[in-house]
């Protein structure tokens, strides 16, 4: 018997719900994704990513200061030895009285793992 028939006949005994059966190959659901992601994305992921931890470090650094902010335009992105991207980057603070104070980091990314596996600030 075709395995929709068999199907049918289950789901009308009430020994198989309709939840369990897919209709079609369309229907059933997606296999996990093993593809690698572009080197964009991993661009991308590890700026996103390195920028907040840098920006974490240094608030926690100085809790005093009204702003931290990243300067994106001073920013860059390579690729390492390992599948780790590294990202260097500038940045500056604004203490509660007194002029910007710029830092820089230098921070690991890995894809794999899609998160930060070290962050320097001198």
């Known amino acids: 018997m075709p395995a929709p028939l068999v199907h049918a ?3 009308t005994m009430g020994l198989l719900t309709a939840s369990l059966v897919p209709a079609t190959a369309a229907d059933a659901p997606a296999s996990p994704s093993t593809a690698a992601p572009s080197p964009a994305d991993t661009e991308a992921a590890a700026r996103e990513a390195c920028e907040a931890a840098a ?3 240094m608030q926690a650094r100085q809790p005093n200061a ?3 902010q ?3 335009d001073q920013m860059s992105v ?3 030895p390992g599948g780790q991207t590294e990202v260097r980057g500038n940045g500056q603070f604004a203490p509660d009285i007194g002029e910007w104070t710029p830092f820089t980091y230098t921070c690991a990314f890995s894809a794999t793992t899609g ?3 070290s962050l320097r600030i001198p």
Request: net charge negative; hydrophobic share 55%; proline share 0%.
């Open 78 to 80: 390579t690729g390492t």
């Open 55 to 57: 920006l974490a470090e």
């Open 70 to 72: 990243a300067l994106e």
């Open 66 to 68: 009204v702003e931290v």
């Open 9 to 11: 006949l289950l789901l």
């Open 115 to 117: 998160q930060v596996t």
